[in-house]
C-alpha cells in the first residue's frame, strides 16, 4: 500500500549531488509514497545522536509503483544537520517520518494560481506546480534570490519551457526582474484587468517577510494567499509545540504549529 499517512522508514540514497548552492537528494523507499503540494518530511542519515533532531525538508517528488518507491528532496545547507546531509553517498542509508503537514488546496473553481517561491522555497511551490500542469490549470512563477547563482537550476523548474511562465527575480538584477518577488508581482498586477485578478490564487513558501509583504499586497485587493511558514522544527509532528505561529482565531489570536495545522496557511490567519 502507499505511504499516505505519517510514517518513520528507512531507506537508501540513489543520488545526491548539488546544483548550485542547492542540494537534490533521491531516496528509494520500501512503498511508494503520496504526498499534496506543501507537504513534508522528517530526514536524517548521519551515524550517531548528534545533532540529535532530524531536519525537516520539503518533499519535492515522489514515484514508484509496486511496493517500491523513491522520494526525492531539494535542501540548502543552512547549519550542521544540512551539512552532514550534503556528505552522504550513493547507497548510505537515509531514516524518514513522512508525509508531514498539511498542503497546499487548490479551488474546484477555475482559477489562475501565481506560484511564489523565494530562497530554498522553490522546493515547496514546484510539485503545486507539477499538479496544476497534470490539471491543465494556469500558472506562473515568481522565483526569488539574492544573485542569479542562487536561483534554482533551469532544467529542476517544472513547465519552465513555456515562454512567460517564469519570472526570475534577483536583487542584484543579474537575471530577471530587478528586485524582489514582491516587487515583481505588484509590477504584474498593476497590468492585470479587474476581472483576471479575481481570478488569482497566490501558493507562496519563503522567508516571513517574503511572505508577509507579498500578504500586505495582495489581501487588500481580494487575492486569497496561502502562505507556507518555514519554522524552525524540532519534532515535526505536533508533539513539542517547538515551532509554534500566531494566528487569528474567531476575534482573538491564538498559537498553532506549524508542523501539525501548517506549514501552509490562509494568510489571512498569519498575525505577521
Known amino acids: 500500500m502507499p505511504i499516505n499517512r505519517p510514517r518513520f522508514v528507512h531507506g537508501k540514497i540513489l543520488h545526491n549531488a548539488g546544483g548550485g548552492i542547492f542540494y537534490r537528494m533521491e531516496v528509494a523507499l520500501p512503498d511508494r509514497i503520496e504526498f499534496a503540494p506543501g507537504q513534508f518530511a522528517m530526514v536524517s542519515g548521519w551515524p ?4 540529535l533532531l532530524p531536519r525537516p525538508l520539503a518533499i519535492f517528488r515522489a514515484r514508484g509503483a509496486r511496493g517500491k518507491g523513491t522520494v526525492e528532496f531539494v535542501y540548502k545547507v543552512a547549519g550542521r544537520g544540512t551539512a552532514l546531509l550534503s556528505g552522504l553517498h550513493e547507497g548510505d542509508p537515509i531514516a524518514a517520518t513522512l508525509p508531514l503537514g498539511r498542503g497546499f488546496e487548490f479551488g474546484g473553481e ?3 494560481y501565481w506560484l511564489l517561491g523565494g530562497g530554498v522555497g522553490f522546493s515547496t511551490v ?7 500542469e497534470q490539471e491543465r490549470s494556469e500558472f506562473e ?5 539574492r544573485t542569479r547563482d542562487q536561483l534554482p537550476p533551469r532544467d529542476w523548474i517544472p513547465g519552465g519551457g513555456l515562454p512567460g511562465r517564469v519570472h526570475p527575480c534577483t536583487d542584484d538584477g543579474t537575471a530577471g526582474f530587478f528586485g524582489t518577488v514582491t516587487d515583481a508581482v505588484r509590477d504584474r498586477l498593476d497590468r492585470l484587468k479587474t476581472p483576471e485578478r479575481r481570478r488569482l490564487m497566490i501558493l507562496a513558501c519563503g522567508p516571513r517577510e517574503m511572505l508577509r509583504s507579498v500578504s500586505s499586497l495582495a489581501l487588500p485587493l481580494g487575492i486569497p494567499v496561502q502562505a507556507s511558514l518555514e519554522n524552525h522544527m524540532a519534532c515535526g509532528f505536533g ?14 489570536t491564538s498559537y498553532r504549529r ?11 490567519e498569519v498575525v505577521w
Open 48 to 51: 550517531g545522536n548528534d545533532p
Open 110 to 112: 477555475e482559477r489562475t
Open 126 to 132: 514546484f510539485p503545486a506546480a507539477v499538479f496544476l
Open 141 to 145: 512563477m515568481f522565483l526569488g534570490a
Open 239 to 252: 508533539v513539542c509545540w517547538g515551532c509554534v505561529t500566531e494566528v487569528r482565531e474567531e476575534g482573538k
Open 258 to 268: 506549524v508542523c501539525k495545522e501548517g506549514p501552509v496557511f490562509d494568510a489571512r
